[in-house]
């Protein structure tokens, strides 16, 4: 399997750019990738903006992060439609209690019938504190999924935390690392999962 690559601010795309989301749609065309994973930032959509930082937040700025959380999350559920559309697969990921999973292109998404969601939790993936181990500090990170991906509802449906050990909360640092920001980047185990399912759809090509 080949990847048709990756495009956020660590690739140099920037997709709140006309420019950005110009490149990832040309790339979807003439690549057509099998699988297609979104992940918009959740920052403006999660419980805890909701419950603390939104109350502290300039309101112009409050404004302007929330219109460019939703073109975020807009251009995600395009790039999914397009690839149902073309009868190929997609997932999108978002925190269980993110905000935007009320928004109405959500939920126009989740009417269609190739639709399906699941929740599972991160820990079983590996997700720990920066430095640490699943066994010492795991952090759940309940997550939910919104796939036509057969695949991925077998492989990650299961996956409901089974620790032993209390979860890590994510907030502040921890060995001198930011933990919200450490928890942006998926677990290696994730990524294998993923290309799991993938490589189970192209063997059935």
Same mark, same amino acid.
């Given at each position: ?26 790339? #979807? ?8 994973? $979104?992940? !918009?930032?959740? %920052? ?5 903006? +909701? ?66 969601? #699941? ?8 997700? $720990?504190? !920066?430095?640490? %181990? ?5 952090? +759940? ?65």
């Amino acid at each position: 399997m080949t990847t048709a690559g990756s495009f956020d601010l660590l690739s140099d795309c920037d997709l709140l750019s006309t420019a950005g989301r110009q490149e990832v749609l040309k790339t #979807l065309m003439s690549k057509r990738p099998l699988m297609l994973m $979104c992940s !918009p930032p959740c %920052t403006m959509y999660s419980e805890l903006m +909701r419950l603390w930082n939104a109350k502290k937040m300039n309101p112009q700025v409050k404004a302007l992060r929330e219109k460019d959380a939703y073109l975020m999350v807009r251009f995600s559920m395009e790039l999914c439609r397009l690839q149902d559309d073309a009868g190929r697969f997609y997932c999108y990921e978002h925190p269980y209690k993110a905000a935007s999973w009320k928004l109405d292109i959500a939920q126009q998404m989740a009417m269609r019938s190739s639709t399906q969601f #699941l929740d599972w939790d991160q820990c079983r993936v590996g997700l $720990c504190a !920066p430095g640490s %181990t699943p066994d010492e500090h795991p952090i +759940r990170k309940r997550t939910k999924f919104m796939t036509n991906s057969h695949h991925i509802q077998s492989i990650f449906q299961g996956l409901q935390c089974e620790c032993q050990v209390e979860h890590f909360h994510v907030q502040g640092s921890y060995n001198g690392v930011s933990v919200s920001k450490h928890c942006q980047i998926y677990p290696p185990d994730f990524c294998m999962k993923v290309a799991e399912a993938t490589k189970l759809h192209v063997e059935e090509l």
